[in-house]
């Protein structure tokens, strides 16, 4: 069976710390790459707070354009509160997609969301920030796969090596 690919398009971020936990994000949901546009990110790299180093193994890429050299099987998602939208809950995720979000204080350029597969958004009341976002979608994708690793190997594999808890069962 063919592994899915997913990409994180950030337009134009400002926020090294959102950067950061979008690629903690990436790594715990296990995303192919990051790629981002724009110069704000490059100027503020020095703040990078990345605390899980998932830039060591996920690509963290400046790109001019996220639509250029694309898989052709790989579907184009803006995640976005855009007038027309759907909603996430209600969303199929294609098994290769590049989720492109928009910066925190605008919008995803519409030449990028006319050439989306999908638009979609959080129902949520207000904006969350960027890597909230992120998280969000991941999770919702996540939890829509049909094969998720589950147990308590996952769970020994994934937690710090301070959180020693175990659910004590009634007999």
Do not use: W
Request: hydrophobic share 40%.
């Amino acid at each position: 069976m063919k592994e899915s690919t997913v990409i994180i398009g950030l337009s134009n971020p400002k926020s090294p710390e959102n950067v950061g936990a979008v690629m903690r994000a990436a790594g715990c949901y296990q995303a192919n790459e990051v790629r981002y546009t724009g110069q704000r990110y490059d100027r503020a790299v020095k703040f990078y707070t990345d605390t899980k180093s998932a830039a060591d193994t996920i690509p963290l890429t400046a790109v001019e354009s996220f639509l250029d050299d694309l898989p052709a099987d790989m579907k184009i998602v803006c995640v976005e509160l855009a007038l027309g939208a759907q909603p996430l809950p209600h969303f199929v995720h294609p098994e290769n997609a590049i989720y492109i979000f928009g910066p925190e204080d605008g919008s995803i350029a519409q030449d990028v969301a006319d050439r989306a597969d999908h638009v979609v958004y959080v129902p949520t009341v207000g904006c969350m920030n960027l890597a909230a976002s992120v998280n969000v979608l991941l999770y919702d994708r996540l939890a829509k796969a049909e094969n998720i690793e589950l147990g308590d190997d996952l769970i020994l594999s994934s937690r710090d090596n301070r959180n020693t808890l175990r659910v004590n069962k009634p007999d």
